[in-house]
């Protein structure tokens, strides 16, 4: 079966970093978008990061400040999210999702294109 397992979320004081990690499992010879979504309470999910693992090209939301890093180890099929400089506004659950085929544009702004779904990690910072 195929499974998305996120880790890494947990309190962190305003200003300084975490990693997150998402596990994959079970996901047939790609390539995949491979993203990062976030949901604030009451809110639908917005994308933060994604990445094409054909070239490994990584893009960005138009929110993103640049604090944050996507990246990928094929090797041990696992997703990373590293965000830097945190903020009591990053304060959401974070989630990883896959799609077949490209990110192309608006991946960001459409989580239901994404087939796949991790069941989220609580990111809060204070």
């Known amino acids: 079966d195929v499974q998305l397992v996120e880790s890494g979320g947990g309190s962190v004081q305003a200003g300084g970093s975490l990693r997150l990690s998402c596990a994959a499992s079970?996901?047939?010879?790609?390539?995949?978008?491979l993203a990062w979504f976030r949901q604030f309470s009451g809110r639908t999910r917005e994308g933060v990061a994604a990445i094409y693992t054909l070239d490994e090209r990584a893009v960005y939301s138009d929110s993103e400040e640049g604090r944050f890093t996507i990246s990928r180890d094929s090797a041990k099929n696992t997703l990373y999210l590293q965000m830097n400089s945190l903020k009591p506004e990053d304060s959401a659950m974070y989630y990883c999702a896959a799609d077949p085929g490209g990110c192309g544009g608006y991946w960001d702004r459409a989580p239901g294109r994404f087939d796949y779904w991790g069941q989220g990690t609580q990111v809060t910072v204070s």
């Open positions: 079970g996901f047939s010879d790609g390539p995949y978008c």
